[in-house]
């Protein structure tokens, strides 16, 4: 932070120095002027005027003497110089007689072992405005400058000098005093007492000590002191009063206190750098420094905090307290405005409340505390962009951590303890470009990744994951950069295929043996990087894709095989597609054997052994082996060696060869493809077909017999014609039976295959068809009209003394022993009180809206519940009497119970008020008949002795609760 801050500072000098000399230049009349014939010099000319430069550099020369160089001054006498700079002089005291009559703006003497000006040196010379004696061998300021009535700029830098005394009483319009890098030890505090107009003050890099108290009493203006680089102590009281005083470095001095900071007011101080000085504690800053802007206090030894610290720092932007031995911050110690605050490298451990009023923070960096909980930390930080979080303890990111920092780009996580990452720990960042996990302890990424839609860089290399799937990346498709290698990664299965702008994939050092292509976008046109060096690579046929998928120019690394044993340690960008699919191992002679990806094991062996001539099966067989073309060969019979050896087969090809038949304890049982063309087979293999998982089969070109005993595969065949792939080409062979040689077998039927059955069945047949439709008509007449017939026998007295009518007989097939009537306002009710106990009598209860579905009218939903049921119960209530479809089932109820002759309907008061405000035909009911009130005594025996009397026969619902209405018509 320290660092980017000097930077900037230093990048605004340089573009500052060049505006106030363009400014210079375009404000510096136009002179009409000459350059003069020089010997050791040169000249060129400018708007502004002459540019003279004598340098060794240019010229080489020995200037002891100095004699050549009087003769180019005494010929500049009438030029009119801009510039005059003598670079490398190889003089040590400059004479009195060289620039006499001179007319010169800027005078740069520099890298020259000069090491005294004689004091009439600069006699003569007119209107020097900028003296520059930087790198030289100087031990005093030379009194010689004394000349320069009207110098603004003296700069005398990287000299000898150890004091500085009263050198500089005649320049009284001086505004910029450079004596930086020398080694002044000492500063008269009359030094500066003429300069009232000096604003920057520049004495880093020398040996003080201490600054006089009295040294800017009369330097009011001063705007810009730098100090640093010293060995200053104690500032005291010499920076008191002054009112324009804008920027103070004293870093990297030995200052043990900022009371003058502190205690003091400056008004229009905006930059304070103190870093690098043994403070231990920083006070409340008064109220009489709100313009500072910016302070630099980074590797200290600050350990006490005041608790309002920087609170009355209203123009604060940027804190640097970094590499300090803070523990705590207060929550007030920081001003609602702060921006910018670096508390890197300290022994903060809880962040509790810290930053609850800073709500204007964007960058904030506390990488290498002994942080361990950032939960609800940074809930208050919306405006937050950066924040670093690297090298503490954190061991859990919990959900919605973040959930606040909407306009974060940048976290870094990377070098704590994390182990697990909440599946929403992400949660709200939507603006996040550069997130870093990297050197934790995480296994899964827990599909934390998601819904970062800005998301384009992801650190997470050092940590122990052990796979990456498609879960891992939901919503993040401008991630153009992963960074996960040293891990211990063994799969990425579909991980990358949203990543449609992937750019760079660095998996190098994991424990990958292969990785498809499926698990990577659809386009690879923007991969860039592509690096799985250091992983135990299988170089078969699942990585052919690296070598002829990547775009050109992908940067690949040197990745190296690890298996199998022919190609192990040889490097995979230097092998062949043909390299990677042979597969040698296992094969038998007179096959190939090569490999191909497969969507189901990721990778199998096909081998063909077709067209060699073979007699029996391969001895031996590839690991793996899931396709085998055996056509063309002459083997005659199967063994078990395909079941021993090649149990993963799921492709057989038997095609031209001399079997007579096919075993089903032959065929390895996961063939799903089966090819049986042109052989000796004469029998339909049903027992392959019905016991196998059959996809497709191959019969034609065999003489099949076409007989009686093919009928049920023939049966078979008809539902499965889709899988006999050559069904239009199969074909009986030429025998005695006319009506099936030599035709297709999926055009003949039962009566060719079996004529002499059909012949003799069919007599038998139709007498039996016969007695079986008449039994059928009559049962089918009195199941359907049982109810019927047995009224009608009562009503003529056939059977009264048989009692042959009953209820139950009435009831039997009902298929609800309760329909329970009640306003859907006392569902909550019914279904509370009531029905518990009558279902835990063993009684089945149909209610509207536990047993009937959508999509009927509701009069024939309620006629149906009705008829279902051996009894009604109304529950009567104030709600049951508003409603009008209440009253309608009683009415459907009553009229049932009028119909069958048996009192079906039961009343159950609920509320004593609704039984005086029923409809009249109700009310007559409840007159002519017993009903119960909720609540009476033996309640709960009447009403069971109300209900119908179980028996073992009437019909029974499994579950009344999931059995809906629709379902119950069907069942009767």
């Not at 080489?60 to 180019?72: A, C």
């Not at 960042?429 to 992801?458: A, E, K």
């Not at 792939?725 to 039976?737: S, V, Y």
Request: with cysteine; hydrophobic share 40%.
């Amino acid at each position: 932070m320290c660092f980017s801050g000097v930077n900037s500072f230093f990048v605004v000098l340089i573009v500052a120095t060049f505006m106030s000399q363009l400014c210079e230049a375009r404000n510096w009349r136009r002179v009409n002027t000459t350059c003069p014939a020089l010997k050791q010099c040169e000249c060129s000319l400018v708007v502004s005027g002459a540019y003279v430069r004598c340098s060794n550099f240019v010229k080489m020369v020995d200037w002891k003497n100095g004699t050549d160089l009087k003769e180019d001054m005494d010929r500049l006498q009438n030029t009119s110089i801009r510039k005059l700079t003598l670079s490398g002089v190889n003089v040590e005291v400059l004479p009195a007689s060289w620039f006499s009559n001179l007319s010169v703006f800027i005078l740069i003497i520099n890298h020259s072992p000069l090491k005294y000006i004689e004091d009439t040196a600069f006699n003569g010379i007119n209107r020097v405005s900028k003296v520059m004696l930087e790198n030289n061998m100087l031990m005093t300021i030379p009194r010689a400058l004394k000349s320069f009535k009207v110098l603004k700029s003296l700069h005398i830098p990287r000299n000898l000098i150890k004091a500085v005394n009263d050198e500089l009483y005649s320049l009284g319009e001086l505004k910029e005093l450079n004596l930086r890098s020398n080694l002044i030890e000492k500063i008269d505090e009359d030094a500066l007492k003429n300069q009232v107009h000096l604003n920057k003050l520049y004495l880093q890099n020398n040996r003080l000590e201490d600054i006089p108290p009295l040294l800017f009493k009369n330097t009011k203006h001063l705007e810009h002191i730098d100090l640093h680089g010293n060995r200053i102590k104690v500032i005291g009281d010499s920076i008191r009063d002054m009112p324009f005083l804008k920027v103070v470095y004293v870093y990297n001095n030995d200052i043990t206190e900022l009371n003058e900071f502190t205690k003091e007011n400056h008004d229009n101080l905006k930059s304070l750098r103190a870093e690098n000085n043994p403070i231990t504690s920083i006070a409340e800053f008064g109220s009489g420094n709100t313009k500072i802007e910016t302070i630099f206090l980074r590797n200290c030894s600050i350990s006490d905090l005041h608790p309002l610290a920087f609170a009355a720092l209203e123009s604060l932007s940027q804190l640097d307290l970094s590499s300090n031995r803070i523990s705590y911050i207060n929550e007030s110690a920081f001003h609602k405005r702060l921006e910018i605050c670096n508390l890197a490298e300290n022994q903060i451990t809880s962040l509790s409340g810290t930053f609850n009023r800073t709500r204007r923070m964007v960058s904030l960096n506390l990488s290498y505390n002994s942080i361990e909980d950032i939960t609800e930390a940074f809930t208050q930080l919306v405006d937050l962009k950066k924040l670093s979080l690297n090298n503490n303890r954190i061991r859990y990111i919990r959900d919605r951590t973040f959930h606040a920092n909407g306009n974060l780009n940048h976290l870094n996580l990377g070098e704590n303890i994390i182990e697990w990452l909440g599946q929403r720990a992400f949660e709200g960042l939507v603006s996040l470009q550069n997130l870093f996990i990297d050197h934790n302890m995480l296994l899964h990424l827990n599909g934390s990744v998601r819904h970062m839609p800005q998301l384009r860089t992801l650190h997470m290399y050092n940590n122990s994951l052990l796979s990456l799937n498609r879960n891992d990346f939901v919503d993040v498709r401008r991630l153009a950069y992963i960074y996960a290698f040293r891990n211990n990664i063994s799969r990425v299965d579909g991980a990358f295929t949203q990543l449609v702008n992937l750019h760079g994939v660095g998996l190098q050092s994991n424990q990958l043996s292969t990785m498809h292509r499926k698990s990577f976008p659809n386009s690879l046109m923007t991969l860039e990087t592509l690096a799985v060096d250091g992983n135990p690579l299988l170089c078969d046929c699942q990585i052919t894709w690296l070598l002829d998928s990547l775009p050109p120019g992908t940067k690949r690394g040197v990745p190296v095989c690890a298996s199998p044993p022919r190609l192990a340690g040889r490097m995979l960008y230097n092998l062949t597609v043909n390299d990677l699919v042979a597969w040698p191992e296992d094969c038998d002679n007179g096959c190939t054997c090569q490999c191909h990806e497969d969507s189901m094991t990721g990778w199998a062996v096909h081998v063909n052994c077709s067209g060699g001539d073979l007699k029996q099966l391969p001895r031996t067989f590839p690991e793996n082996a899931r396709k085998l073309d055996l056509s063309g060969n002459s083997v005659e019979h199967l063994d078990e060696r395909l079941v021993a050896k090649a149990p993963g087969l799921r492709s057989l090809s038997l095609r031209g060869n001399l079997l007579s038949s096919v075993d089903r304890s032959t065929i390895p049982e996961n063939v799903t493809v089966l090819d049986l063309r042109d052989n000796r087979l004469k029998r339909f293999p049903l027992d392959l077909v019905s016991t196998l998982n059959l996809t497709r089969i191959w019969l034609a070109g065999n003489p099949w017999s076409c007989d009686c005993e093919d009928y049920a595969f023939r049966q078979w065949a008809e539902g499965h014609s889709d899988m006999i792939q050559d069904a239009d080409e199969i074909f009986c062979a030429e025998g005695f039976n006319v009506l099936v040689s030599l035709k297709s077998f999926m055009e003949v039927g039962q009566k060719e295959l079996c004529p002499s059955v059909v012949s003799k069945a069919v007599s038998y047949g139709i007498f039996m068809l016969v007695l079986a439709a008449a039994a059928l008509t009559v049962s089918t007449a009195y199941f359907k009209y049982k109810r019927e017939i047995k009224v009608w026998l009562y009503a003529r007295g056939l059977c009264g003394s048989l009692q042959c009518i009953k209820e139950d007989d009435l009831d039997e097939e009902k298929s609800f022993d309760i329909f329970l009537s009640f306003s859907s306002k006392d569902s909550s009710w019914a279904y509370e009180h009531l029905i518990p106990r009558v279902e835990a009598h063993g009684f089945t209860v149909c209610t509207y809206d536990r047993n009937f579905k959508g999509g009927f009218l509701i009069q024939d939903i309620i006629h149906e519940a009705v008829a279902c049921s051996r009894r009604t119960v109304l529950l009567l209530s104030e709600n049951f009497v508003q409603s009008e479809w209440c009253r309608w089932e009683f009415r459907v109820a009553h009229h049932q119970a009028l119909e069958d002759n048996i009192n079906r309907l039961i009343v159950i008061v609920v509320d004593e008020a609704a039984s005086n405000a029923v409809d009249d035909e109700l009310r007559i009911y409840m007159q002519a008949t017993n009903y119960l009130r909720w609540g009476e005594t033996h309640f709960w025996d009447k009403l069971l002795y109300s209900l119908p009397k179980k028996d073992s026969h009437r019909k029974v619902i499994p579950n009344s609760q999931e059995y809906p209405m629709a379902a119950i018509a069907r069942h009767l």
